[in-house]
């Protein structure tokens, strides 16, 4: 027997939820504006809802968005954020070092994947052209082919982990190399972000499925880690044993590759180091407003004794990890071989982009591809009976 008091909570429920259920078509229909129906819009919550809270395997409505299917393909092959190493496809393994891992769950849209540059690629044949892209065709050579390659790869690898990606398309700054844009725009999208992440035209990474917060462990980032940057390449330039360190002999880094984290000390680097050039609080520093190697000596010289209290703050990443790529020393003016194993940074031969790019888009298929074929081995291969 049901007491009447189990009646009267149900129909408490039934006028809650009809009150809710109108507050809910009304605000939707008051909100009206570009001709959107009012189921339409409930779809849309409720899909935005569904995909937060439960992990389905599909969305509740509608097909999923190029985006939303990207991050859900790659899942089965991700490497774990909190894994204490990885091993490529050569058999390599990279370690994590140090107790446990700082970051452990995917911080997903707080981290900005970002290409700042002055070029558009939008001729016949590149990326931001309307018209239909050949791959094949596309020129290694010269900056269109390179930059459309490394800025795909950079999309990608933000749309497999769920981070936010921009292409900042900077104008020319009068007085100063192109370069010094960067941290002026750090600053400025940093106000968004936990993490930026700005990776140059001529760069790639390399493992698709490493999520950037591995990296972060590796590399020693905690939560109160300004910037992290590589280590240079050792040269030797025209017979100057020290081009690639700062006038106290401490080897530079490389801009080409820089993580920034939302921190009060970061804005006060970056502040710091766009005003450098102004000479108000480093004289001597105007003198790489247009000399190499411009921001990225400015930050060397000064910004980098100046921003790390802790000796954590600024984070200096192994050059073999980040910088450089496979046969860098050819040059036989570069000291260190540097081969780039995350982060190829192919600053001498920069046609070698388009290939890297390939060649990382194409191991995360295969692994993709033999998961699947593999997985489910006794379907997909029928063997001849004897
Ligand atoms: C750039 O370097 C050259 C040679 O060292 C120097 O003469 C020149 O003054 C520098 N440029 C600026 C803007 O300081
Ligand atoms: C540079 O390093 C790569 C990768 O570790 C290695 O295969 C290559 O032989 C090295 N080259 C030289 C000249 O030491």
Redesign the pocket.
């Known amino acids: 027997m049901r007491s009447p008091i189990m009646s009267y909570n149900r129909l408490a429920v039934a006028v809650v939820v009809f009150i809710v259920v109108s507050v809910l078509i009304f605000s939707a229909t008051s909100g009206l504006h570009g001709g959107k129906n009012v189921v339409e819009k409930i779809k849309e919550s409720a899909k935005g809802t569904a995909n937060n809270i439960c992990n389905n395997d599909r969305p509740v409505f509608g097909k999923p968005s190029i985006s939303e299917s990207f991050l859900r393909l790659y899942e089965s092959i991700q490497h774990p954020i909190a894994a204490s190493s990885y091993t490529d496809a050569y058999g390599?393994l990279f370690e994590v070092k140090g107790g446990a891992p700082w970051w452990t769950e995917p911080l997903r849209n707080d981290v900005l994947i970002l290409d700042i540059d002055t070029r558009l690629p939008d001729k016949k044949n590149e990326l931001w052209n309307n018209g239909r892209m050949n791959w094949e065709a596309m020129q290694a050579e010269g900056s269109g082919g390179m930059v459309s390659a490394s800025f795909m790869n950079h999309f990608l690898y933000a749309q497999i982990h769920g981070y936010d990606y921009r292409f900042f398309n900077a104008h020319e700054m009068e007085g100063m190399y192109n370069t010094w844009i960067k941290p002026h725009v750090l600053f400025d999208l940093l106000h968004s972000y936990k993490f930026v992440v700005a990776i140059d035209a001529d760069a790639t990474v390399q493992h698709l499925e490493l999520p950037v917060e591995w990296l972060f462990n590796r590399w020693g980032i905690t939560p109160e880690t300004s910037i992290a940057m590589p280590l240079d390449t050792r040269q030797v330039l025209n017979g100057d044993v020290h081009a690639s360190e700062d006038s106290k002999g401490n080897l530079a880094l490389n801009s080409g590759f820089i993580i920034a984290q939302a921190l009060p000390n970061t804005f006060d680097l970056l502040t710091a180091w766009k005003e450098c050039p102004t000479e108000k609080r480093y004289p001597g520093c105007a003198n790489w407003k247009e000399n190499w190697s411009h921001e990225q000596r400015a930050f060397s010289e000064y910004i980098r004794y100046d921003f790390n209290p802790s000796g954590t703050n600024i984070v200096e990443i192994p050059c073999?990890d980040a910088m450089g790529y496979?046969g860098i020393?050819d040059h036989a003016w570069v000291k260190s071989?540097c081969?780039g194993q995350f982060l190829r940074h192919h600053t001498l031969d920069k046609a070698m982009t388009k290939r890297s790019t390939e060649v990382a888009i194409l191991q995360s298929l295969t692994d993709l591809v033999k998961k699947e074929l593999l997985g489910k081995k006794d379907m997909y291969r029928i063997e001849e009976k004897a």
Do not use: G
């Open positions: 390599k073999n496979p020393v071989n081969t």
